[in-house]
């Protein structure tokens, strides 16, 4: 998808790649160049990544333990 940058440099974001991302007004995202390519990367609270964690586990089964054998 493409988009313009306006006068202002600001650009909107396309529906597909907001709902993709989960954006919503407010959040905050960083933005990255890196290689000659701009990256929109949303920042995420430790909370929403470890309601992502938990989810996952209940998807794939876990298969991992919290401790470490020496």
Do not use: H
């Not at 006068?7 to 933005?31: C, F, H, M, N, W």
């Not at 000659?36 to 794939?60: D, T």
């Amino acid at each position: 998808m493409s988009v313009k940058i306006s006068a202002k440099y600001q650009i909107i974001i396309p529906e597909a790649v907001r709902s993709a991302l989960g954006l919503k007004p407010g959040t905050e995202v960083d933005v990255i160049a890196k290689g000659g390519i701009g990256y929109i990367v949303p920042i995420r609270s430790l909370q929403v990544i470890g309601k992502q964690v938990r989810l996952a586990r209940a998807k794939w089964g876990g298969g991992y333990s919290r401790t470490f054998n020496s």
